[in-house]
């Protein structure tokens, strides 16, 4: 037997987006994926390490789920979320909403999804799932994993049942639009003062425009901090890239967000914020290669470049983010 829901199933750049974009289009609310990102407060900056990681991680957004949580607040979506310790009753779960025919998202470790094309642990990764059969669950991820894919039921369920950093004990989530839903357009300004003022004064010092500058002065010693830089450099220059983890991928996304507000708000503080956060997106592509270049080649001068480039970038997203929290004046 198969279930499966009528679903648009197009996957977009980022994990949670994606699934967002799929579960709001099904109750009928079509948004762009940087609309959504910006709309959920979703840039951000870490620099996390400790003695238990194999290496450090960087993160360009806010912590998985957060994104999530924000735009349903904003947008007066109905967000219902439920965790389990037992497998059977997650995936009871789940069901329940699919045979009622709505959508569910997840958040699992993406290492054991069969058609991940990157065995990384990453437990922050978060899935629209739209239907299943004996053996097969189907689901919707970004672009760079094949859009609407499948994987094994086993390997499903291990994916959600890891435990990790980030992970969720079996996190599954639906989202229901009310009757009147707030306009997103009257919610642009208050999302972006939001973001800057998270990213401006950030409680610690690894987070935010403060986490950059760290980033910009531990990234010099990252071969004193590996045993295969060939192998750990170009890998997280990738995650950065690609997988946006601290690259350009959501500042790309956060300019796309300015660029779609400048067609629909008159600001002077948005114009300038979308030029500068096109000017930091292409300093972060540049800070990804220097860091492959050093891994490939073994050549440290690449890293400390890369951590001269990042405290200009550091600069650019603080200069941003000042002219952006003053749009609420």
């Known amino acids: 037997m198969t279930t499966r829901i009528d679903l648009d199933a197009r996957g977009t750049r ?5 699934t967002l974009g799929a579960l709001l289009r099904h109750e009928g609310l079509d948004l762009s994926e940087p609309m959504l990102f910006g709309l959920g407060s979703g840039l951000s900056f870490i620099y996390w390490d400790s003695k238990a990681m194999p290496f450090p991680f960087l993160g360009g957004r806010v912590r998985p789920f957060d994104l999530t949580r924000n ?18 009753r997650a995936w009871d779960n789940v069901v329940a909403h699919l ?4 959508p569910v998202g997840l958040q699992l470790d993406s290492y054991h999804l069969e058609y991940f094309s990157a065995k990384v642990h990453f437990g922050g990764h978060v899935v629209a799932l739209y239907g299943y059969d004996d053996h097969d669950a189907y689901l919707v991820d970004t672009d760079q994993q094949g859009g609407a894919v499948t994987t094994s039921r086993t390997s499903l369920a291990e994916a959600r049942a890891a435990r990790g950093p980030m992970t969720a004990r079996h996190r599954s989530f639906t989202l229901t639009l009310p009757r009147d839903p707030a306009s997103p357009e009257g919610q642009i300004i208050p999302a972006i003062t939001a973001c800057a003022e998270a990213f401006l004064n950030p409680p610690i010092a690894n987070l935010g425009h403060r986490g950059i500058d760290k980033a910009a002065k531990l990234v010099p010693g990252w071969f004193q ?38 067609s629909i708000l008159d600001s002077d503080h948005l114009r300038t914020g979308h ?19 050093a891994g490939e080649s073994g050549d440290a001068h690449h890293l400390d470049q890369a951590g001269t480039l990042l405290h200009d970038v550091a600069r650019i997203e603080r200069e941003a983010m000042r002219v952006l929290s003053r749009l609420a004046e």
Do not use: K
């Open 71 to 88: 735009l349903a607040t904003r947008l007066g979506l109905g967000l219902q979320v439920q965790e389990t310790t037992s497998p059977r």
């Open 275 to 293: 030029r500068l956060y096109t000017e930091a997106a292409t300093g972060w592509t540049e800070v990804a290669n220097l860091i492959t270049t």
């Open 225 to 262: 901090r590996t045993e295969d830089p060939a192998r750990d450099l170009p890998q997280a220059a990738s995650l950065m890239e690609r997988a946006g983890t601290g690259g350009a991928l959501f500042r790309n996304l956060y300019r796309d967000f300015l660029a779609e507000c400048v």
């Open 14 to 18: 980022h994990c949670e987006t994606s």
């Open 99 to 102: 045979d009622a025919g709505r």
